[in-house]
């Protein structure tokens, strides 16, 4: 499943799509139709709904954690050459 936006005229719409295999060709199934893209992201719902998925995600939290400075590395190891600016 992926996210996709859709454009209809001048708005666009979020839909949440699965592709699917019918007689051998892929076809693309619409699984939710969540509305306009522009209100959703105004109103701050879609960073809501990320952020609700987010908890199911366990890759997520380490890098939002980096992000908000809450972990800090124990060591640090210097993989090839380090090149100095």
């Known amino acids: 499943m992926f996210p996709r936006a859709k454009s209809n005229g001048k708005l666009d719409y979020l839909q949440i799509v699965q592709n699917r295999r019918v007689r051998g060709k892929t076809r693309q199934q619409v699984i939710a139709s969540l509305g306009r893209l522009d209100k959703l992201t105004d109103s701050g719902k879609l ?35 380090a090149k100095e600016s």
């Open 47 to 81: 960073d809501d709904l990320s952020r609700a998925l987010g908890r199911f995600c366990k890759k997520v939290h380490v890098v939002d954690a980096d992000r908000e400075g809450d972990i800090e590395a124990d060591t640090v190891r210097k993989i090839g050459s």
